[in-house]
């Protein structure tokens, strides 16, 4: 029991949380909606069941209103992927239940089945909330949701009756979710050691060019959501040609695997390294700007130094760019810098030339 509650691994790394965040909405996403549509229906039938069985005080037309914004909420759900919003919307159709239910259940003599969806209502969503914060908000709207049809309606015996029911269906509830939560994380990390190998360049151990542009994607549209400074720098190792003609692909590759480890030692966890093709590397530095990136390329040109080839040090020509407004795609600004870079070429090589 302990292992289902104790909290999982990617909940330290802020990153790498939101990340799995996003893996949960893109996993999530069709069955929300699913349970959505199930949940509407549900409520439409159970609706006109109880007013063919029954009289109330309150119009059919009243208590079959929440229909509309509830279709409204399945229809923004089926192409929501962003996790707050999916979330947002999984709490809106939980409060619109919670008002059917008392729609349906004020002038209802005490005793009759309408309090029943209040009871299932926890432990039916318990596997569609992505994290802590929703599944809390959600349970307490289950909980506390029927209190006015009851305290209008019932006696205190009933309330009580209700509130120790309902400890135990939000009990059973977080057990199910931790199970799911659980569950899922552990198909994602294995999920992830398997892109991971797939798309890691063996030789240097680096993100492959698909994969970087893949994650570097992403995260810019995180930094520019954020609208947080970003720049690319784009790196080519000077003379690779003549050091692999004159030494071998061995020596060639010696020095690619000494550069790699340089340009991990000298990035933060949250930069994106990828190799690009050959002897060109790629990088991400969230939050840096123009002056910051440079000052970095710096750091990052003078470290290569240190790496020797059989016909003497490594050198690098590094190309910057800025990210110059929020839509600018991944794809433009990796261009920029490499036209950044290939000027550096021109320019005599072992510099940094900005875009």
């Not at 069985?53 to 059919?60: I, T």
Request: a positive charge; proline letters at 5%; hydrophobic letters at 50%.
């Amino acid at each position: 029991m302990y292992a289902l509650f104790a909290k999982n691994p990617h909940t330290a790394d802020p990153e790498q949380h939101r990340e799995y965040t996003r893996y949960l909405a893109q996993q999530m996403a069709p069955m929300i909606h699913a349970l959505m549509l199930v949940a509407m229906l549900g409520y439409a039938v159970a609706t006109t069941a109880g007013a063919l069985l029954g009289s109330s005080p309150v119009p059919l037309s009243l208590r079959l209103a929440p229909l509309l914004p509830l279709l409204l909420v399945a229809a923004a759900t089926r192409r929501a992927r962003q996790p707050r919003l999916l979330s947002a919307l999984a709490l809106s159709c939980v409060l619109l239940l919670e008002i059917g239910i008392n729609l349906n259940g004020i002038g209802r003599a005490p005793g009759q089945p309408w309090i029943m969806p209040g009871l299932l209502l926890p432990v039916t969503s318990s596997v569609v909330w992505l994290e802590t914060w929703d599944f809390s908000i959600a349970m307490a709207l289950c909980a506390l949701g029927p209190m006015p049809m009851l305290l209008l309606r019932t006696d205190g015996m009933h309330v009580v009756q209700y509130l120790v029911y309902m400890m135990i269906t939000v009990s059973l509830a977080a057990v199910l979710r931790a199970f799911m939560a659980r569950t899922l994380f552990e198909q994602y990390r294995l999920e992830r050691r398997l892109r991971e190998k797939a798309n890691t360049d063996d030789l240097t151990g680096l993100l492959q060019r698909n994969r970087f542009l893949e994650l570097a994607r992403l995260a810019l549209c995180d930094i520019c959501r954020q609208q947080r400074a970003v720049c690319m720098l784009f790196l080519d190792a000077d003379h690779f040609k003549q050091l692999n003609d004159d030494h071998g692909h061995a020596a060639g590759d010696a020095a690619l695997v000494a550069l790699a480890a340089t340009l991990r030692a000298q990035t933060r966890p949250t930069d994106l390294i990828g190799r690009i093709g050959g002897e060109e590397f790629a990088l991400l530095l969230p939050g840096l700007d123009l002056q910051q990136a440079c000052q970095r390329a710096e750091q990052l040109r003078l470290a290569v130094h240190a790496i020797q080839r059989p016909d003497g040090a490594l050198t690098v020509s590094i190309g910057i760019a800025e990210c110059s407004h929020p839509g600018e795609t991944v794809e433009t600004l990796l261009a920029r810098a490499d036209q950044a870079m290939r000027q550096a070429k021109n320019n005599g090589r072992d510099r940094i030339v900005s875009a």
